[in-house]
């Protein structure tokens, strides 16, 4: 079972232009988390959001949380051909900070 | 400082023979995890080890899959008899012992099972 659900499925723009993906999510969390993912390769850890947190930036990377309704945001500002990939969010169950249930991803496409 | 090694790559095996994935986790890393990502989907997880013990396989299907964690470092995913919709990528990943917030991921298996 999938917790989080991403939107838009994909997102293909121009580089330079921003780019914000959507994350809903079910059940309440610690913490909710952004993975990307190269085509052909694993995850990488972009960013951690806990859940008394509403917003936290990394150099280009703002991600945004909403506990409320149980939905989250990540922005790419001035996007660059590599960063296209696939991008997930990925949250613990309750109770259970061991595990991860990640979503089904955006696939996002920089144009140069 | 090494990431998380798994091999091989690429496994292509007919139906019903058996398969087996390895992950060499990051140093000091006491917990991995085996996850499978199906085409166009996100992860999901098979089994998590805190050193040797499994402690979370509930979604593992048994009756083919078999894992192990000897020594608490390395580890091996069997899959026996394959099934064509065992098909999918599958991904070691590892983490601190009770810092299980930041994952770091292999570059995973890729099996075909005609």
């Known amino acids: 079972s999938q917790q989080g659900e991403e939107d838009p499925q994909a997102l293909s723009i121009q580089e330079g232009e921003n780019a914000t993906m959507n994350c809903s999510y079910k059940t309440s969390i610690n913490n909710l988390q952004w993975y990307r993912q190269n085509s052909g390769r694993g995850l990488v850890h972009l960013i951690l959001i806990r859940s008394n947190e509403r917003e936290k930036h990394s150099g280009r990377l703002r991600v945004t949380l909403d506990t409320s309704k149980k939905s989250s945001s990540l922005l790419i500002t001035a996007s660059r051909a590599a960063d296209t990939a696939s991008y997930f969010c990925?949250?613990?169950?309750?109770?259970?900070?061991?595990?991860?249930?990640f979503g089904q991803g955006t696939t996002l496409q920089v144009k140069p | 400082e090494a990431g998380v090694v798994q091999s091989p790559r690429y496994k292509i095996i007919e139906k019903k023979q058996p398969v087996a994935f390895w992950c060499n986790p990051i140093?000091?890393?006491?917990?991995l995890y085996w996850y499978r990502q199906n085409l166009g989907q996100g992860p999901e997880l098979l089994i998590r080890y805190e050193n040797e013990e499994a402690v979370d396989d509930s979604q593992l299907p048994k009756d083919r899959f078999s894992a192990e964690r000897l020594k608490g470092v390395d580890s091996t995913l069997k899959i026996q008899p394959a099934e064509l919709g065992d098909s999918a990528v599958y991904l070691c990943a590892s983490s601190f012992s009770g810092r299980a917030l930041e994952q770091f991921f292999g570059p995973g298996t890729r099996l075909t099972v005609l």
């Open positions: 140093s000091g890393h006491n917990t």
């Open positions: 990925a949250t613990p169950p309750s109770g259970n900070t061991g595990k991860l249930i």
